[in-house]
DNA sequence: ATCTGTGAACGCATTCACAGCT
DNA sequence: AGCTGTGAATGCGTTCACAGAT
């Protein structure tokens, strides 16, 4: 019903999942031209899938010559909206909360932690950075007063259902769970990314025992 | 030419990934059988994958019933070489290589953090729940003399590669890589794998923005 | 000569649909 | 009657291979 436009083939997910990648290896780059095999090399995918990507989009490059860094790199930015700004909620000033909030990466200015909030009482009023930690009653007025689109989960696995509602309710677009939960949401709008830290040291475990198996 | 044995089926890498979420949901299930259709839903994936997944290993089920729950988990923990128990080391003792040390999960127990090690003396001795930071110096030995099979990398970028070199050297099998960093191994038996938020945070930005995505 | 952009071929994973047990 | 186990069909993403542009 409201499918997009008609002109646009649709793009695989994964494709979208890997342009962060190539934003972060522009950054690092020391050049202003960049060839699909030299940006793939640099963010661990082959020439084609960097460029097969890249034309989803639109024709960025020269043939024969290759990418201009900058120009690309805006491109990207402009594709995954990271020109506009993002704003981030994080939930829990726990340890993983706390790390989170110190994270800093040049390629990822983009993205602003704009509050830390928790329940509990004692680390509200906590310098952390240039945010102070914040009371949870607050969450949907600071959602909805500082215009944040995305909410990042680090409380413990029994509060995550409740905390992924109001996150919710206050309007939020994107949650990034870390909580060793499987969080559902019925609104199909609100995109869920999961970050399941055992889960992924357990998965390690078997391709670790088996001696075939190539990393990837 | 070591292929493992002839009646062996190749097994997708996405079926083992959905492994540990499986054991999750088991250990919080609170009956002795479940259904391919119960557990898909706690774990968040459909009936027929659940069952596919499982079918690779054996058939573990019965017709008309389901599935015991403690001897699933028990193939389950079998299949990932959980039973063994795996021992993991941490590198960086910052934030989040403490976030992870404080970690507990029921179904993640067969999963040690045996040792912390960071580069700065000053918090090298620093006691965090039942270890005490050590110095990175003695890597190779703790890795050697404790029997541990993974490395959590959770130092800057710029000196992830080196640590990772560092942990393939001293024997390591598996890594966990939490930098911002493109790691690459030679040894191709070597596991690594990358979790890293920022990126994660990026592509969630594009998924905030399009209402017609749909979470998975 | 070189490197991009892209249809076509391929391979892998998910979903379907149903036969086979209990 | 109910739920597992599994070939077959489908869908999706990656790789191939080359035409097109500089």
């Known amino acids: 019903m409201s499918k997009d436009n008609g002109t646009m083939r649709r793009i ?26 030299t940006l793939g090399q640099a963010a661990g995918y082959s020439s084609e899938q960097v460029r097969k990507d890249l034309a989803y989009f639109g024709a960025f490059g020269t043939r024969g010559v290759g990418y201009d860094v900058v120009m690309l790199r805006d491109e990207i930015r402009r594709i995954l909206r990271l020109d506009q700004g993002v704003r981030a909620v994080v939930v829990g000033a726990g340890r993983l909360g706390t790390a989170l909030v110190r994270y800093t990466d040049e390629s990822a200015r983009d993205v602003t932690i704009a ?68 969080l559902t949401v019925a609104d199909p709008t609100v995109v869920i990314q999961q970050i399941d830290l055992t889960l992924e040291m357990q998965a390690l475990a078997y391709f670790a025992h088996s001696a075939e198996r190539v990393g990837q």
Chains 1, 2 share one sequence.
């Open 12 to 37: 695989p997910e994964t494709s979208i999942r890997r342009l962060p990648a190539y934003l972060r290896a522009l950054f690092r780059v020391g050049a202003d031209r960049i060839t699909s095999d």
């Open 115 to 182: 509050a830390v909030v928790d329940v509990n009482p004692s680390v509200v009023g906590t310098r952390m950075g240039q945010l102070t930690v914040e009371a949870m009653d607050h969450l949907e007025q600071i959602v909805a007063e500082r215009n944040i689109g995305m909410g990042v989960i680090t409380v413990p696995a029994q509060a995550a259902m409740a905390v992924c509602e109001r996150l919710v309710g206050a309007g939020v677009r994107a949650i990034l769970n870390f909580a060793p939960a499987t």
